[in-house]
């Protein structure tokens, strides 16, 4: 048996107990205490260091749970063989943020697909989080339902049916951590069988995602009411992905005509789908809310996708499908299959927070802040009422400008880069042969990202960019 | 304009201003106050209700920035047209806990897939989320990097490195959000067009998610070290699923030979692949670990599988692929499509939990506790010596129980049940024709969830189902 010459700090951070454990295990692992070593004991231990037993006796127990050291009883303590033991060097990360500064080309971004995360509720979600762990329910840990917790799911369908006319039982409710992985889910489902047709222009991610899954794919031109039935019905596509809120990236809302229509498409034949993307439906601004197609579906043909990434942040991570009941009796079980993508700690701080009013308050509180941006930057490029016609339609995060005198796309780009202002080409959005619009180049302007003021000085430079000058 | 007569609770837990906005919230949800309309000044309701008027000021500015009043300057406050506004009936929900307390046939339940979570760090997991969400980082509300966070990506290749001897570079690692997930990630990113042999018996889950993925699957038998490389190469397969360092459910562990025979036979062509998974391999009692199959690979064939699932819980939801170096450059770009499954404020805990050495303690303290566990129950199961043959090869979680008297599977769980035991039939694990063992029937034990206590209970009764009697 051998003296530790532990030198204590007793001023220091760290609590006595712990230096104590440390310099055991650091000397076990460098060999300087071996295999069988006897230590001394507590009692011995804690008068040459002056400390008190307790103290002591807590540092060999952490190192008895960890392997380190074997209590004989009536004995002593013993270093154990570490063969195998753990032990991960955590060094320091090397400084790898070599964030290169990149001076960026751009004053304003003005990107359609960003969020104001300015008045996310930080410190709601935060004690949230805090309380759903301190309730300290150690099943959260365990695996859960793979479609989801069924509470969450329950609070969605009411939810659904609420805001968006959505009619389900949570029973059709399957969670995932975003819309590329229930996509995903869903080509694992159906099968890759299916011809998927697609908007043109349309959400280009969801095509590349699609094609990516190994889906054979087809796009169908989207008119002032949405997509074209008759040619959705000559592509021979058996699905159509469709966005008829608020259509990405046009904006266009689909009438109920329409909507009947497609509905009607989808009825004819017992293998044909609606995908209906109700990506940002939370957002608009005038008149009361577009209900969502899977309201009005009667046989079970729609597919509902919806996302908390645009209405909450798309870092938490959770959206969810919305299958027709005779789709989850029949794939339920391949369903099944596949564990859930979503921890069941952020399952449950989402249901609080929408349980607890939390959720409704900030959808109005952003809907507020996105309608007056709407409503700014919409107001500023008036200006350009001889050059452009600018369509917002009153929802979404992101306005269009089309320039129906013939300015080229390159040009609108080109002058507005020139002014250090970063705007979106429609063409950008067309899959594709008919790159090419009739009514001439289109861009789009997010206004999501960008303060009130930061708008109205972007405004500025694009009326300079493009203004008839 | 109009007396409001709230009638507030001074006593209440719910703060003054809070009581106010309700009120004024749900009457202009009732229409009982109506657009237009105008509300008393913040100085006559202070009055009226004998409060401060910051309170009342406060409760208004709430109701302005939800989008229920406007604040016209110099006027005064006007209830908005609330066309749209959100208002969602949290309603109770209902107590759909139904936990129909079945009564389970079982007192006690072998099974070899639980993990024991009464030793889960609960506190310092609840402290790393509290601190890490304090940090108030809002770029963790963003999406982050689709492979995952670059430090924790880091993280997991030094630990790989130190503890598995695994050799990649932190641009290897993929995380996702659990081992299903990435065999579809990889399915997405490979194409299906891969045969793929599974060991037989093996872990049954994930060849039904490769069958539901569309793999083209077939089985190789395990013999004493491990997948038959000749039948392998008679299978036609070109891509190989082993678990090397503790096959599951058998134990087998591939010696260096045949590790290195699979190799070659994975180098022999160049779209054949060797898919590691290496689910427990954090959990062998005696002697040294077995590194890993993927750090003896010198040409890129081996696509190592990890998760926390087993070493951490599997309601964490985080598992990690590392790619061979050529298949990063091949298929980076499509890796890049799929967004990142995993939150990223999981991943910085994560991180935290493995860097600040809570990672290191809790493997050695499961270490230990499992260790303890599978000594006790191999221990009370001797008795047992004259009817079977137990196996626990001093690692992971389950011991094998083989019956080579030729007592017939049926009996041995019929006599266990009649007991109130659950065991675990190893044909489960096996695939297709080959179910009958010649070595005669065999039981998984799985001893991660019980107690020490339990476990020499369970074994009693084991002993009394089993034994000559």
Redesign the interface.
């Known amino acids: 048996m051998r003296e530790l010459a532990i030198s204590l700090d007793a001023e220091g951070s760290r609590p006595l107990y712990e230096q104590i454990y440390s310099y055991i295990k650091h000397e076990i692992q460098e060999g300087q205490l071996l295999p069988g070593e006897r230590l001394p004991s507590s009692r011995s231990l804690s008068s040459s260091l002056e400390v008190s037993r307790s103290t002591v006796d807590l540092a060999y127990e952490q190192l008895v ?4 050291l074997d209590a004989v009883p009536y004995k002593g303590y013993y270093v154990c063989r570490i ?9 320091k ?2 400084e ?1 943020e070599k964030r290169e500064e990149t001076d960026s080309p751009w004053d304003y971004d003005l990107t359609p697909n ?1 969020i104001d ?2 008045s ?1 509720p ?1 410190d709601v ?2 004690k949230l ?2 309380n759903v ?2 309730d ?1 329910k ?1 099943e ?5 339902d793979p479609r989801g917790e ?2 969450l799911r ?2 969605i369908s ?2 659904l049916h ?2 968006r006319g959505v009619s389900c039982r949570p029973e059709q409710v399957v969670l ?6 229930l996509l ?2 869903l080509s ?2 159906l ?2 069988g299916h011809r998927v047709a697609m908007e043109s222009p349309t959400y280009k ?1 969801a095509y ?2 699609f094609e ?3 889906f054979s794919l087809t796009t169908v031109p989207v008119d002032a009411q949405g997509m074209s039935v008759e040619q959705l019905e000559a592509s021979g596509a058996d699905t159509a992905y469709v966005m008829p809120s608020h259509q990405y990236p046009l904006g266009v809302v689909m009438p109920i005509k329409r909507r009947l229509e497609l509905l009607k498409w989808a009825s004819e034949r017992e293998d044909r789908y609606l995908i209906e993307d109700d990506y940002d439906s ?1 957002f ?1 601004y ?4 577009i209900p969502a197609l899977q309201g009005s579906d009667r046989n079970g043909r729609v597919i509902y996708l919806g996302t908390f ?1 645009k209405s909450i ?5 959770i959206s969810y499908l919305v299958l027709p009941e005779a789709l989850v009796k029949e794939c339920g079980k ?1 369903l099944l ?10 399952q449950i701080v989402l249901n609080r927070f ?4 939390y ?3 900030h ?3 952003m ?2 802040i996105y ?1 007056r941006k709407h409503d700014i930057l919409l107001g500023e490029l008036r200006r350009l009422s001889g050059v452009c016609r600018i369509r917002g339609e009153n929802a979404g995060v992101h306005l269009l400008a089309e320039f129906p005198g013939g300015m080229p796309e390159e040009k609108i780009i080109r002058r507005a880069e020139e002014q250090r202002v970063r705007v979106y080409p429609l063409s950008e959005y067309t899959i594709g042969e008919s790159r090419e619009r009739k009514s001439g180049a289109a861009v789009l302007l997010g206004y999501a990202t960008l303060s009130e003021q930061e708008l109205i000085e972007a405004a500025d430079r694009l009326v300079r960019a493009w203004g008839p000058g």
Not at 140 to 144: D, K, N, P, Y
Not at 286 to 289: A, E, I, Q
Not at 354 to 357: L, N, R, S
């Open positions: 749970s960890e392997g380190y063969e195998g033991l753990y032990s991960l060097d955590s060094g990360v090397q790898k960003g995360l300015d996310f930080y979600w935060r989080t805090r762990l301190l300290d150690r959260l840990f365990q695996l859960g069924w509470e329950e609070t009411r939810y609420q805001a995932g951590a975003g819309n590329d992985y995903m889910l694992a489902v099968g890759t991610h590349r995602i990516q899954l190994g939370e608009r005038k008149g009361k809310p990434s942040a798309p870092g938490i991570r391949r299959r596949f564990s859930s993508t979503v921890s069941r700690i952020d929408i349980q607890e009013g959720f409704e308050r959808l109005n509180r809907r507020r309608g």
